[in-house]
């Protein structure tokens, strides 16, 4: 890691090594599950509490994996409260010119922060206490794809409002950078359970709904069908075309680790950067349950299927009560919605449970 200054570091260049507090001492430790953590607080005590707090990695996990990955994540925390940390560079390098003046006005009077890289062009600072307005989350990216995401972010906590997402404390969006602030929340660390929680889908279906539409002309349907799913998904599809369907905010990413609370409690739902106006009922909790159980939980396709059928036929999404067979093909769209999504990046054996999620015989139809 070496000591740049601002001239050696290009315009729009993303968030670097460098983007640290002065007068403070950093760390910087490996990654874990593609994640690299840099602590910078004034004192160990201090960088040791923000890895613990920040370090969650293997919390999902079982077994032996589990320890493993917790044992770990302790070591690297001690390793913050042993190691004596680095100086900054004497002249730090924020974002770009276009964010740095309004970085620095949540930056400069912090007391600590945790950077998270997402990408080459997206970062996190993670846990900022800017002293007396107590601790804000910032999430930065840089140019394309990441920051379309960042405004279409800045957009849904808006439209949810803070009864369900994290407040929107400040929004710069320049032409090659942006900025998002909102204010600091706790995420949930527990082991995900197999289905959604109840208090969280009640937190989205307490959002208002944009209108109904028959199912072929629905949106969400219309985009997820522009990619030629397979015949059994097209099948499965005409299960739910029998009756208009109400447009329901949608999370698209809707997962535990994307739970959070306020400091009083308040539960939040956070990341909605993938997210819309024009969802289809009931998809967000089969994606929860679809991910859950392949990635993490690694049970078998009867298991989530036969689980969340019984699960969801006893509640109402958007205004509707679904039937079991319904319900099957809610499932079978979302797990071919996700699959999609990750095709190329997620393990081949957690897509083809995904898959089998809707390749089924026609004893189901």
């Not at 629905?218 to 097209?234: A, G």
Request: proline share 8%.
């Amino acid at each position: 890691m070496g000591d740049r200054t601002s001239d050696s570091s290009p315009r729009g260049a993303y968030l670097t090594p460098e983007t640290l507090l002065p007068d403070h001492r950093y760390v910087t430790l490996p990654p874990i599950g593609r994640r690299h953590l840099l602590v910078s607080a004034s004192t160990r005590l201090e960088r040791w509490r923000l890895a613990r707090l920040h370090l969650s990695a293997g919390r999902s996990l079982r077994g032996a994996r589990r320890v493993f990955r917790r044992t770990l994540a302790a070591s690297l925390a001690a390793w913050c409260l042993l190691s004596p940390g680095r100086k900054p560079p004497g002249h730090v390098v924020w974002h770009s010119p276009d964010l740095d003046g309004q970085l620095r006005k949540y930056c400069d009077r912090a007391t600590s922060m945790v950077v998270t890289p997402r990408s080459n062009s997206a970062h996190r600072l993670c846990g900022v206490s800017a002293g007396p307005s107590g601790s804000v989350f910032i999430k930065m990216a840089d140019g394309g794809v990441d920051l379309s995401s960042l405004r279409n972010e800045a957009r849904m906590m808006r439209e949810v409002g803070p009864a369900c997402a994290p407040e929107v404390l400040f929004e710069y969006v320049g032409t090659d950078a942006g900025l998002l602030v909102v204010e600091g929340v706790n995420p949930n660390h527990s082991r995900p359970p197999l289905l959604p929680y109840t208090w969280a889908t009640e937190l989205l279906e307490s959002l208002p709904r944009y209108g109904e539409s028959d199912f072929d002309s629905h949106p969400w349907v219309v985009s997820l069908f522009s990619s030629r799913p397979p015949p059994d998904v097209v099948r499965w599809g005409r299960v739910l075309a029998s009756r208009r369907w109400p447009l329901v905010v949608f999370h698209a990413d809707f997962m535990p680790y994307h739970l959070a609370t306020r400091s009083n409690g308040e539960p939040v739902v956070i990341d909605w950067e993938y997210g819309s106006l024009a969802g289809f009922p009931g998809i967000d909790a089969g994606l929860w349950a679809v991910n859950v159980g392949a990635r993490h939980l690694r049970v078998p396709a009867e298991t989530i299927s036969s689980s969340f059928v019984h699960w969801a036929c006893q509640r109402e999404f958007g205004g509707i009560r679904m039937t079991p067979h319904e319900a099957r093909a809610v499932l079978a769209l979302a797990a071919y919605f996700t699959y999609e999504a990750l095709a190329g990046t997620d393990a081949e054996a957690v897509q083809r449970v995904r898959a089998s999620l809707w390749a089924h015989s026609d004893a189901h139809f």
